[in-house]
């Protein structure tokens, strides 16, 4: 019997791969050898191709692959038992959805600057900057230019 004789649930073991040059090398590079366990999964509506589960994962094969492929031993497998889900389902945060997250950002109106309002930044060499030296914040209205503080660290 070929595999593509095979029903879906069907089960059956290779008992050898057929064809010739690089077809036949590939098969047997996808874990169709011998002695293997293959499970027929599904088959597409017009028949080409099958769907099968081997050595823990799936392949899809063409029909005419599977007529390569002699098996013997055809069985019904038992249905998979899966096992309960260990960890429940987390409504995604929305961070970074509009209207959903929390804003991140503190605003203080206080502070703010006016609409139109001049910005000065501080321009100052780095061989002025030294360990425990910071750059003051300008002020409103006022330059910073140039004038360093002395940490109290």
Excluded at 80 to 92: G, L, Y
């Amino acid at each position: 019997m070929t595999m593509d004789e095979l029903k879906p649930k069907q089960s059956a073991y290779i008992r050898s791969v057929g064809g010739a040059g690089a077809l036949r090398h590939h098969l047997l590079d996808m874990g169709l050898t011998p002695k293997t366990e293959v499970t027929i999964q599904k088959i597409a509506p017009m028949g080409d191709p099958v769907q099968i589960e081997l050595r823990g994962y799936e392949l899809t094969l063409r029909v005419d692959e599977a007529q390569k492929i002699m098996v013997e031993k055809v069985h019904t497998k038992a249905e998979k038992i899966h096992a309960p889900q260990r960890t429940q389902a987390v409504e995604h945060p929305g961070v970074g959805e509009l209207g959903r997250a929390k804003s991140y950002h503190v605003h203080d109106a206080a502070n703010e600057i006016a609409e139109g309002a001049k910005i000065t930044f501080a321009l100052v060499r780095k061989s002025e900057l030294r360990e425990n030296h910071f750059v003051q914040p300008a002020h409103r209205g006022k330059s910073a230019c140039g004038k360093l503080s002395r940490s109290n660290g």
